[in-house]
């Protein structure tokens, strides 16, 4: 026999999870199917994000940084240490342990918030009366029935043509995230977030990396004098970058994988690694969703499409996340879902576009929000910009970690903030400053007159705001 509710929410990671809370806060009979599973076949949600994503790199991101101040910083602090070593096991096992905790805390938030939640694969039956038939696919089979249905099934890695993910040496998030031992030689196809972040844990852990990008300038979409920056940071702490390449057959056996390509001059190269991460991007999870059932429209991309609100063209059908247009990040998964689950109760969601973090988690961090500074000279607006290094800010010294600035970038007649950019430490926490200036439409001004704590690292951001009028007072 089949249960209804008034909304039913397909994928349980980050906007999925949020969406069916929200939901529910608002007075809806609700449900979450998700499919993820733990190693004794339990339920893990969370998507990717919790259980092969953001959160388990950046638990061995930073076990990855103890390892590296261990080994080349803590003798500056008159720490001495005598035979450092690694065990990859137990880091991986406390990875698992954080994972887990997540998973845990998101039942614990769905029974607290009487969220009906249903372990298995969900996908479209039928249009019914007022509503839709959903099918849960897994260990208990189940029938549901919903007036409102909210997608938000994720995507997957994309593979290289030729390259099939095997997760034993050709790895894709997945595979990278439990890597036994540290790799003699690491290769990383794309300098993206991931494959960033990925390679910089194992280069910490001693392995050689080589990152292979097919673009010919590095961090596209970051400002150039941000991603010149961090190009600088990572060559000196031993990434080997090479831009402009192109992959022209990768082939695996027992010994490793070859990767054979043309550098930027053309000239054929061959590169031998124990391990090859495969990190090009991401593409819609919409496989096995049934959406034929229901005449649900997906792109060519195989996203489903919605309009501005997040509507698809079936009423009552909603998508959000990485399964539809916008930038495949977690945070804007769980905006979407929190905007869609009011627009259901006749409320007016909001999610705004243009003042969406973006963070890397390498050493350097790289956070940013808003546009560039070659965004804003292709559009041909007006602006002023203004910088500040952390290597004058006395908390960054304190800290032993003074790499990189802060850049400011600011209307030249309003003033308003139109982007914030940052390279250095703790940038995933500072651009929350910027971020909250930018949707209160705040100038550069407003920053500069800001109080800000001393010693801090947020005393940088006040400064890059007094350099956009070009009176810096520690610089």
Known sequence: MSQSFDVVVIGGGPGGYIAAIRAAQLGFNTACIDEWKNDKGGPAPGGTCTNVGCIPSKALLQSSEHFEHAGHHFADHGIGLKDLSIDVAKMLGRKNTVVKQNNDG???LFKKNKVAFFHGRGSFVKAVDGGYEIAVAGDKPETLIAKNVIVATGSNPRALPGAAFDEENIL?????LRIPAVPKRLGVIGSGVIGLEMGSVWRRL???VTVLEALPTFLGAVD????????????KQGLKIELGVKISEVKSDKKGVTVAYADAKGAVQTLAVDKLIVSIGRVANTIGLNVEAVGLKLDERGMVVVDDECRTNLP???????????????HKA?????AVAERIAGQHGHV????IPWVIYTSPEIAWV??????????GREYRAGTFPFMANGRARALGDTTGMVKMLADAKTDEILGVHIVGPFASELIAEAVVAMEFKASSEDIARICHAHPSLSEATKEAALAVDKRTLNF
Do not use: C
């Open 352 to 355: 705004n576009f243009n003042t």
């Open 370 to 379: 808003g546009q560039t500074e070659q965004q804003l000279k292709e559009a």
């Open 316 to 330: 009552g059908v909603w998508a959000v996340g990485d399964v539809v247009r916008g930038p495949m990040l977690a």
């Open 106 to 108: 998101i039942l614990y």
């Open 224 to 235: 150039q004098q941000i991603a010149k920056e961090a190009h600088k940071a990572f060559t």
């Open 172 to 176: 894709s998030n997945d595979g990278a």
């Open 206 to 208: 001693g392995a050689e």
């Open 334 to 338: 769980e905006e979407e879902g929190v």
